[in-house]
């Protein structure tokens, strides 16, 4: 139901405001131009006064005459002006470092609202101070502005970050109604990040005692109290709702899912000449930092977001990337992997991105990250790189790089915003764990990049009703990995990469290197592992061709010759005997008599145990896509 908002005025609080620092950037920045549209000059941006914020135009406009009279009269610092993004909304940029004594501030919430504050370190203390203050602005903005006289005064803050001017305000000007939106649980943020499966055992869970098991409880008090004080209560998808209601103590009012105003977005499905440049931009950028020149065919996979290594699905990503690099060992094909992952970093190394072949990494090794990663020896991408073997020697089919750096178009390497990036590649790969909305595969997805997300994230959620309500959503895949196991998601990530399809549900994969045929259901992107079975495929010699190709017969009597019988068969290369069969058999017998399995030994046919290649006559149509590497 539409409301009349004209007369209203709302104040939105975030962190985040002329400050990218994750997906709540993208959450306000996003919405602005529907903002405008309801409330009009009437709607009012506040964030932290970081000295430098970007996009950030201080302006003296007729409009800030008498709030900045009633900010100077409470001695509130403030900066005054635009934001430099579509719709140019009004900012107010709060200072707030010298403002309170820290005990005395953290005492009154503890004394009003039950703020357990005592273990919070500068990590808490700041975002406490950045909040009550902006709530301080709120309420002067309100005298000045002469409201709720002429309309009533609403206040958005986002996260548990800015709670502390929610309960100011509860506080000192009640008047004002208060909405407090959660885009994740810092308790679920944490325990998922550990690699704890919170969904499966949510209501096992003493939120009090976990909270202090990963020391969080002063943040986790704080959110708790904002939830419980707002007058309304929303969050951005259903999975984030069951868990707000376990670990915060209420069920949100409202679910306000996120989303892109499309009209400040190019249609990149339409005119791909711009994302054309880009990627150029991004090859040679790549082939300085690798000392050598990338085909022009090669693949650019991206994951991005937050460095969270579990939580984000990096460790899926790289894994599946190491199947990757030994599938296309006897291919042509090339794979450019980028981790545009913002992590510490102490700034660009301009060795690694000079593109000088004197100027290499000790060892004989070759770069993989563009600038000077803080505690290098213990970062989880470069190790698990180094142990998967992705450590860009020129022999690898599948090249990693690691940029650290806010992509904003001066980072050191790239030179490139985020948005340039992402329309510059062939596939978003975002296998999250733990994402309550996800607006990495979201924005991909709308720059026309094929994308892969999970039914982990709010975002694949949404799809997933999307596909029950009107059908599939092409370029979008979507990974089960609630109640799924590792190794299987990886597969799965591996085989929606390649973006295979099918003339029926089934895809069958031979992997020559792990000795396994994976049979997957599905669709084109959201393909998923139904069976793994262990095989034996040609021996050095009579190798299994690599290559894509189809189920084209079955014989149920199979193959039977002087020394062995094999059935049943199901043959898989057109004019040719190359097929899944079982082991051998004593001739006109099911009598195994060979157990060879698991490593490459047939003729270039692929040996199964009966029970399997029984399964796969019995399940698999023919026409069936059957992929070889």
Known sequence: MSQDLSNATLFEVSWEVCNKVGGIYAVVSSKILEALAAFGENYFLLGPDLGNNPDFEET?????????????????????????????PKVILVGYRDRYDQSQLLFSLWNRYGVDSISGGWDYVE??????????????????????????????????????????????????????????TMLGRSMAGSGFDIYKQMHQINPKHEAGAYNITAKCS?????????????TVSRITADEAGVFLGRTPDVLTLNGLDLRVIPDYSRDRSLAAASRQRLLEAAGRLLRRRLPEDTRIFLVSGRYEYHNKGIDVFLDALGMVNTALSQ?????????????????????????????????????????HVYNQPNDPILNACQRLGLDNRPENHVQVIFDPALLDGKDGFLNMRYEEVLAACDLGVFPSWYEPWGYTPHESAAYSVPTVTTDLSGF??????????????????????RNNDYSKTTKEVWINAKGYSSNTNYLVWINRAYQHVNVFTGSKGSWKLTKSFVVGTGAPGTETP?????????????????????????????????AFHSRL?????????????????????????????????????????????
């Not at 704080?222 to 929303?234: G, K, L």
């Not at 014989?555 to 020394?563: C, H, V, Y």
Request: proline letters at 6%.
């Open 127 to 184: 975002p406490v101070m950045f909040s009550t203050a902006c709530g301080e602005v709120i309420e002067a903005a309100c005298k000045a502005l002469h409201i709720p006289a002429d309309g009533p005064a609403l206040a958005h803050f986002h996260e548990w970050m800015c709670g502390g001017g929610l309960l100011y305000l509860k506080t000192n000007a009640p008047y004002v109604g208060t909405v407090f939106t959660t885009h994740a």
């Open 60 to 88: 003296d406009e007729p409009c800030w005459q008498e709030l900045r009279q009633e900010t100077d009269r409470r001695n509130l610092s403030c900066r005054l002006g635009r934001w430099n993004i579509p719709g140019r």
């Open 546 to 578: 690599v290559g894509v190709t189809k189920v084209t017969y079955k014989l149920k009597a199979g193959w039977t010759t002087s020394t062995y019988t094999v059935r049943p068969v199901v043959g898989f290369y057109p004019d040719t005997g190359y």
């Open 460 to 481: 694949g959620l949404w799809i997933r009703q999307l596909e029950n309500e009107v059908g599939p959503q092409p370029g979008i895949g979507v990974i089960a990995r």
């Open 331 to 371: 291919s042509q094909s090339n794979v450019l992997a980028l981790c545009a992952v913002m992590g510490g970093h102490s700034g660009v190394n301009a060795d690694a991105v000079s593109g000088d072949p004197a100027k290499l990494p000790g060892q004989g090794g070759f770069w993989i990250s563009s600038h």
């Open 222 to 234: 704080m959110e708790t109290a904002s939830a419980r004080e707002a007058d309304c209560f929303t």
């Open 585 to 629: 058999c004593t001739p006109k017998t099911d009598k195994e008599y060979d157990f060879s399995s698991g490593y490459p030994v047939s003729h270039g046919c692929v040996r199964m145990q009966k029970s399997d290649i029984n399964w796969i006559y019995d399940n698999v149509p023919i026409g069936s896509t059957v992929v070889i590497f």
